[in-house]
């Protein structure tokens, strides 16, 4: 039980390029979320999706799109990366209310 | 939309004291539920502690415990015997009913334990 997983750990882009971030959960879990977090700020909320082939907007949801194909994944995309989008980035999936499980995290710089 | 407020951007204290960490929240809902989190160096975010907001029974977990004060929409946090391995980032969470639009978080606690 691999619990929550991020791919990849580590990222540097340079403006302009575009990459996906990949979160898997093997929980079954319905709800899949993806924060961000940078320097005194906490984390904040991108996109999240409340089952299979559903996505909804959240907090800061501007300049990034996610997919959810399988109930297992949720993609994080940049389709244009921009030095404002450095920052650690976190995938969670949970049960309704209950606890969000957390992925290790992928650090994201763009030069 | 929610807030969270966690007033104490960092705090210090020695090994084996007790510590409070201090989380406001606004909402309008009745019923929510409220985290803190634990983020150590290893850059993990860690359950440490969840209260339902129906549940005038505060929460426990071994040395950690929460005051809940639903009127005055306080969550505090506190460490008993505390530990050189509780030094971390403390996060207070807010989740509305149902939990599909996220978690809202506050900006964080620097919690130190000295030696």
């Known amino acids: 039980n691999a619990g929550v997983t991020q791919t990849p750990k580590f990222r540097v882009l340079k403006t302009g390029q575009s990459m996906t971030l990949l979160c898997a959960q093997d929980?079954?879990?319905?709800?899949m979320y993806w924060y961000r977090q940078d320097p005194g700020m906490g984390l904040r909320l991108i996109h999240y999706s409340v089952g299979e082939g559903t996505t909804a907007k959240g907090e800061v949801p501007d300049g990034y799109n996610v997919s959810r194909l399988k109930k297992q994944n949720f993609l994080l995309g940049l389709e244009s990366a921009a030095p404002s989008q450095t920052s650690v980035y976190f995938c969670a999936s949970s049960y309704g209310a209950n606890e969000q499980f957390f992925g290790p995290g992928t650090r994201l710089t763009v030069l | 939309a929610q807030t969270v407020t966690q007033s104490q951007p960092e705090m210090s204290v020695q090994e084996a004291e007790t510590v409070t960490l201090s989380c406001t929240y606004d909402?309008?809902?009745?019923?929510?539920?409220l985290f803190w989190y634990k983020q150590p160096p290893s850059r993990q975010m860690i359950l440490v502690i969840r209260q339902e907001a129906y549940k005038q029974q505060n929460a426990t977990e071994n040395r950690f415990s929460v005051n809940f004060q639903k009127a005055a929409k306080s969550f505090s946090l506190k460490i008993s015997d505390s530990q050189l391995g509780d030094t971390a980032m403390y996060f207070c969470?807010?989740?509305?009913?149902?939990?599909?639009?996220?978690?809202?978080f506050g900006k964080g606690t620097h919690l130190i334990i000295q030696p």
């Open positions: 929980m079954n879990h319905e709800y």
């Open positions: 969470a807010f989740s509305a009913p149902g939990g599909a639009d996220g978690l809202t």
């Open positions: 909402t309008s809902e009745n019923n929510y539920y």
